[in-house]
T-cell receptor, first 114, second 114 residues
């Protein structure tokens, strides 16, 4: 079975632009979470979606938004990019939102802002 | 609020030697505990988790961890490391029965010396 897939793998943007990152969860998983991992740090939670509804939001500005589609895939959108948005963006899926459910991660999208 | 501290940013160890990666957490309530591994240029992979029951948890790749409630620790151990264990290891906690997301430590880089 395919794992969590993310696209693109790498992306270079300039300040002020916007970006859309995509994630396909493991088949049968209905929950998708997004994390930002800055170099040298642990991941920081951005959003969680379950059954197309937002179930959790981390401490990120409104420039960050996301959505989940009927097939449970998800997009993360970031507007007005800043240099500080340079990071590895990770998507994780789980069967439900249960706190005992392990999250399965994709390999991430590495976003570089020039 | 919950927090996770990984006391060592890097741990160098000779191949075939034992290793312990330390993790301490702070929480006023019970938590679930996780260890993830991140190989270079990849996403995060679950090594093991503690939800309840036996405090000694065995995971993949020969790793194990012991939950110590009195010391609020969840240290990761392996009796004999291999060059393929070179990676970054992250400890994370989550509050049971809540929508709170994983709270991560800053990670420990395991460096295997030949």
């Amino acid at each position: 079975d395919a794992g969590v897939t993310q696209s693109p793998t790498h992306l270079i943007k300039t300040r002020g632009q916007h970006v859309t990152l995509r994630c396909s969860p493991i088949s049968g998983h209905k929950s998708v979470s997004w994390y930002q991992q800055v170099l040298g740090q642990g991941p920081q939670f951005i959003f969680q979606y379950y059954e197309k509804e937002e179930r959790g939001r981390g401490n990120f500005p409104d420039r960050f938004s996301a959505r989940q589609f009927p097939n449970y895939s998800s997009e993360l959108n970031v507007n007005a990019l800043l240099l500080g948005d340079s990071a590895l963006y990770l998507c994780a899926s789980s069967q439900t939102t249960g706190s005992n459910q392990p999250q399965h991660f994709g390999d991430g999208t590495r976003l570089s802002i020039l | 609020a919950q927090s996770v501290t990984q006391l060592d940013s890097q741990v160098p160890v000779f191949e075939e030697a034992p290793v312990e990666l330390r993790c301490n957490y702070s929480s006023s309530v019970s938590v679930y505990l996780f260890w993830y591994v991140q190989y270079p240029n990849q996403g995060l992979q679950l090594l093991l988790k503690y939800l309840s029951g036996s405090t000694l948890v065995k995971g993949i790749n020969g790793f194990e961890a012991e939950f110590n409630k009195s010391q609020t620790s969840f240290h990761l151990r392996k009796p004999s490391v291999h060059i393929s264990d070179t990676a970054e290891y992250f400890c994370a906690v989550r509050i049971p029965d809540s929508n709170y997301q994983l709270i991560w430590g800053a990670g420990t880089k395991l460096i295997i010396k030949p």
